[in-house]
């Protein structure tokens, strides 16, 4: 079946880096965009970023531009983020999700990794 | 960015009664909108996109509509698993943008 399963959340001291992972099943993966979607504690949905299904565009929220990276790799059905210069309002549920045919919308998603930074 | 605004932030209602979310954009988006549905500790599920298409194997009780900057989302009867939380998100600009959400609650 069609799956996001993502992993590498963990507690992290402000100012640290980690990178996040998103496992993609059940479809053909190299067809299709990708998302991060967060959440944080109380707090509604927030897009975080895009990459094109060849990795050819890339765009970012204004709040993690500059600190964030989304990448994949194709061959491994993997998408990714590297998050840099961690601050405590990154502390958040990370979602990945598909982007729908014609990018109409988000249309697969994981059932999310947390984030959580604090000293 | 385009700003989402959602209305009401709870919803209050009946099994079995209609609920009517509203979603306004700050900008024209066309009928580039989508409505999703989370419920604690699950993955969001996307409910209608193009502001009005259903997406595969959402009941005929979510009906969305509206285009340019109002859209609405009405749920016709309302069944003990649609109490949750509703979002839009607008596709039409980048970034992508959600509203707050609208609380839809027993």
């Known amino acids: 079946q069609v799956q996001l399963v993502e992993s590498g959340g963990g507690v992290v001291q402000p100012g640290a880096s980690l990178r996040l992972s998103c496992k993609a099943s059940?479809?053909?993966?190299?067809?299709?965009?990708m998302h991060w979607v967060r959440q944080a504690p109380g707090k509604g949905l927030e897009w975080v970023a895009v990459i094109w299904y060849d990795g050819s565009n890339k765009y970012y929220g204004d709040s993690v531009k500059g600190r964030f990276t989304i990448s994949r790799d194709n061959f491994k059905d993997m998408l990714y983020l590297q998050m840099n210069s961690l601050r405590a309002e990154d502390t958040s549920v990370y979602y990945c999700?598909?982007?729908?045919?014609?990018?109409?919308?988000?249309?697969?998603w994981g059932q999310g990794t947390t984030v959580t930074v604090s000293s | 960015e385009v700003v989402m605004t959602q209305s009401p932030a709870t919803l209050s209602v009946s099994p079995g009664e209609r609920a009517t979310l509203s979603c306004r954009a700050s900008?024209?988006?066309?009928?580039?909108l989508a409505w999703y549905q989370h419920k604690p500790g699950q993955a969001p599920r996307l409910l209608i996109y193009s502001a009005a298409t259903r997406a595969t194997g959402v009941p005929d009780r979510f009906g969305g509509s509206g285009s340019g900057t109002e859209f609405t989302l009405t749920i016709s009867s309302l069944q003990s698993e649609d109490f949750a939380v509703y979002y839009c998100q607008q596709y039409n600009n980048w970034p992508r943008t959600f509203g707050q959400g609208t609380k839809v609650e027993i």
């Open positions: 999700a598909r982007d729908a045919t014609r990018g109409l919308g988000m249309d697969v």
């Open positions: 900008q024209s988006l066309s009928s580039n």
């Open positions: 059940g479809f053909t993966f190299r067809s299709y965009g």
